[in-house]
């Protein structure tokens, strides 16, 4: 019950607008199959461009097909990918973050180097050779922004992880004769991870964003598959005659990585030792002071 | 009279006003002068007529050939003014045209058509024209009288003669010593004055032979995005855009900018959108039985309309009838999925969902290049949905240029969208380059490859003389009808738009000229 209210709090502590957007995003991307009120597939080629109407509350696209059934899927299929992403990057960014942190030393060196040459590359230009390389698909397409992206918490790992090593009950630890597995995997590795998935909320938008990015220029998800950046590609032709096709996924998408880096933000904000207050700092004084006392 | 503040205020507008139209005006005059401002995709390029990089229709304002292709495969007298084809056609005799000048000065005569042929005729990297491959010898027989002599009659001697590269001639003075290309320099009516990559410019030739343009210059202006080419030419920025590949227009783009009043020019063009079929890859496309309930499992009509706005024309042979020698008409396969259904069945690929025949799913990648055919994936996708109905699974794979460049030759497809070569190559570009097997023809791919059947009737066609060469080429259509060997989808409709403040255009009669004859500007 405790760890609830622990919970319900720190969510109150979240932009709502932030909260709304991830939540609506997250539960239309678990719930798709069942809400959606259209095959997204479903081709009617008779109703290409339809206007709004009770068949469908958001018109349908060039293809007679459903653009609202097309929206909520499309959230699935960027939930999943950006998933997806985020556990590759991550388990290899925290990896060989944590490795470094803990070794120091010339592992260090060369692993930081490494992460050096791909953090200097940009992501895009990253994923897009990888892409080239190995070709369209959906698992290549996950591969690449993986590979893109594993810099970033590789940095953020090591960071953290030296600043554990360095902490006291760390070396009380050592001292003691705790193992090096032992520290590695039960005090420096939860401990980072913890740190890390903090900062993976705020790239979480922006992976949704590369993935349609990719899509945008046909090279991420492969049709039949809805997806925000297909959708928009395949909608800009028509801008003029039917913009609505275009505005829809381009707002959605926006929606979703403004609410994913305000909430990554709050997130790495509400860690942040606030100030303490005058009444809160005398209090303690008051405290050490009667305890001071106490010992005398 | 009293001078206030406001009096103050208001003076000063209306001497800015007239300030700032000023340059307006006088852009106006110049325009009035008249400069006909065209789009293009990409930059013009390296224009050397004998290489092959720069933008044809660039090419084409500068250099001229000795004959040009017309509307409906007439050849129109050019640098020369008569030519006969004698001894079986393995001579081809040109009678020059007189008085014409290269923009340098130079005079075009024999020694200056020699020196050209001399640079690319006979040559390896040219062996992909007959004319070149057939090459013998050539002779001058007087100042302005050439003959060229060849080892076999050529097959469309007369059409390799009217190309933009390298059939079109430079002037022997715009090569350094070594005899490198330096400069554009044509007889043609326009003469390159700057390019850079975001345009170029070309000055009228006063000295030019033929019918001179009304105007004395011509801005070719870079705009890679088509939806930059559409807001420039409702807003006046350009006179003039469209063309296969100078830029091009998307069916969608041309209805909008006939709403929008601008004059939109669609013609029937002269290549054709057709699906290769890669047996080989795929066992199941070697039954005509699959070949043909896919060929009946779509509905081009629908597509036709939807995807391109009806002006393009449901194709069931390979060229349209724009093409000399495109065969008689076959009827447009219409959609029937119970027939198609029926044939699958027949075929032993059975079951509900996808079918299956000996354990294998009857699925099938369609590989598409939006950058190659715009539209191609929503083509794909409408083809993907409806085979689907059929018990076919049909995979879509997006490649970009370069990839579709190394995937199609490599034969790493089951079906994918080939463009037809479009006059002045056909019929004997599409025929030779992408149905022969035994011809290497670089990037574009294979059609169909079919070294038992095929290739029989293309070498009987390539060597029939004129009086069978109709005969032997129906044979060719017949059989790729009949065997369902491709799957002719769309004929690509020609189309340009202008402001109204050109008129008299006329859409050219292949995709690689660019369309300045006859215009006149308005204002």
Not at chain 2, 215 to 229: F, I, T
Not at chain 2, 246 to 271: D, F, H, M, N, R
Request: with cysteine.
């Amino acid at each position: 019950m405790r760890i609830l209210q622990d919970f319900a709090r720190s969510l109150r502590q979240l932009p709502r607008v932030s909260m709304v957007a991830v939540g609506v995003f997250v539960t239309l991307g678990v719930l798709a199959p069942y809400i959606a009120p259209h095959d997204p597939n479903a081709q009617d080629l008779l109703a290409a461009h339809a206007g709004i109407s009770w068949e469908h509350w958001l018109g349908a696209d060039h293809l007679g097909r459903d653009t609202l059934s097309r929206l909520i899927v499309s959230a699935r299929t960027s939930l999943v990918g950006m998933c997806l992403v985020l556990l590759i990057a991550l388990s290899v960014g925290i990896t060989i973050g944590t490795i470094a942190g803990y070794k120091r030393g010339w592992v260090e060196e060369v692993l930081m180097r490494i992460v050096d040459v791909g953090l200097a590359m940009p992501s895009l230009i990253v994923a897009l050779a990888v892409i080239g390389i190995f070709g369209t698909g959906y698992w290549n397409m996950i591969f690449a922004l993986a590979l893109a992206w594993w810099p970033g918490s590789a940095r953020i790992s090591r960071a953290v992880a030296v600043g554990v090593m360095n902490r006291p009950h760390i070396e009380t630890l050592r001292v003691l004769g705790a193992s090096p597995l032992r520290v590695y995997f039960h005090h420096l590795l939860p401990t980072t991870i913890g740190a890390v998935l903090v900062y993976a909320t705020a790239d979480a938008g922006a992976v949704a964003l590369s993935i349609a990015t990719l899509s945008f220029l046909g090279l991420g998800i492969q049709p039949p598959t809805p997806e925000w950046g297909q959708m928009l590609v395949d909608a800009l032709p028509y801008l003029e005659t039917v913009p609505m096709q275009v505005i829809l996924p381009g707002l959605v998408l926006t929606a979703v990585v403004i609410g994913f880096n305000l909430l990554g933000e709050s997130i790495a904000l509400n860690r942040v030792p606030t100030p303490l207050s005058r009444r809160i700092l005398a209090s303690r004084r008051m405290l050490a002071s009667n305890w001071t006392r106490a010992q005398q | 009279m009293q001078t206030n503040r406001r009096t103050l205020l208001k003076g000063m507008a209306g001497m800015t006003a007239i300030l700032a139209t000023n340059p307006i005006i006088a852009l106006a005059q110049e325009g009035a002068g008249g400069v006909l401002r065209v789009a293009a995709a990409k930059p013009a390029g390296d224009l050397n007529p004998h290489a092959f990089k720069g933008l044809w229709a660039v090419q084409d304002l500068i250099f001229e050939p000795l004959l040009r292709y017309e509307h409906g495969g007439r050849f129109s007298p050019a640098l020369a003014t008569e030519w006969q084809v004698e001894d079986g056609g393995r001579l081809l005799r040109f009678k020059l045209r007189q008085n014409v000048k290269f923009h340098d000065g130079a005079p075009w005569n024999a020694e200056a058509m020699i020196w050209n042929l001399d640079r690319w005729i006979g040559k390896d990297s040219t062996a992909w024209m007959n004319a070149s491959r057939l090459f013998a010898g050539h002779k001058v027989i007087d100042d302005y009288t050439v003959e060229i002599t060849f080892k076999e009659p050529v097959l469309g001697l007369l059409n390799e003669f009217s190309y933009v590269r390298p059939s079109r001639f430079l002037s022997p003075k715009s090569v350094d010593a070594a005899g490198n290309y330096q400069k554009p320099i044509g007889t043609g009516a326009w003469m390159e004055e700057q390019a850079t990559n975001d345009g170029s410019e070309f000055e009228r030739f006063d000295d030019y032979w033929g019918d001179k343009p009304g105007y004395k210059h011509l801005e070719l202006m870079v705009l890679p995005d088509s939806r930059g080419r559409m807001a420039a030419i409702r807003a006046g920025d350009i006179d003039l855009t469209g063309g296969e590949f100078l830029a091009p227009i998307k069916a969608t783009e041309a209805v909008t900018l006939q709403a929008a009043g601008v004059p939109v020019v669609v013609e029937q063009g002269t290549s054709t959108i057709v699906a290769g079929l890669n047996p080989d890859r795929n066992p199941a496309l070697k039954d005509l039985k699959v070949r043909q309930a896919i060929n009946i499992g779509f509905d081009r009509n629908a597509i036709s309309q939807v995807l391109y706005k009806g002006l393009a024309q449901p194709a069931a042979n390979i060229f349209p009838e724009t093409v000399h020698l495109s065969g008689k008409r076959f009827p447009v396969p219409a959609r029937d999925p119970e027939a198609a259904r029926k044939l699958l069945d027949e075929a032993g690929w059975v079951g509900d969902g996808v079918r299956e025949k000996d354990g294998q799913t009857l699925s099938i990648e369609i590989v598409v290049s939006e950058e190659q055919i715009a539209g191609s994936r929503s083509l794909a996708e409408v083809m993907q949905a409806q085979l689907g109905e059929i018990g076919i699974d049909v995979k879509i794979r997006s490649v970009d240029h370069a990839s579709r460049h190394s995937d199609i030759p490599a034969r790493h497809f089951d079906i994918a969208l080939f463009t037809t070569f479009g006059a002045p190559y056909e019929p004997f570009g599409t025929i030779i380059g992408l149905l022969l097997s035994t011809y290497d023809n670089g990037v574009d791919g294979k059609l169909v490859i079919d070294p038992e059947h095929l290739d029989p009737l293309v070498n009987a066609a390539a060597s029939a003389s004129e009086d069978t060469v109709e005969q032997a080429t129906q044979a060719i259509h017949d059989y790729l009808h009949d065997q369902v060997s491709c799957l002719p989808l769309f004929y690509v409709p020609s189309i340009w738009a202008h402001t109204n403040r050109v008129s008299g255009f006329k859409a050219p009669s292949t995709e690689y000229d660019l369309p300045y004859k006859g215009l006149a500007l308005n204002f």
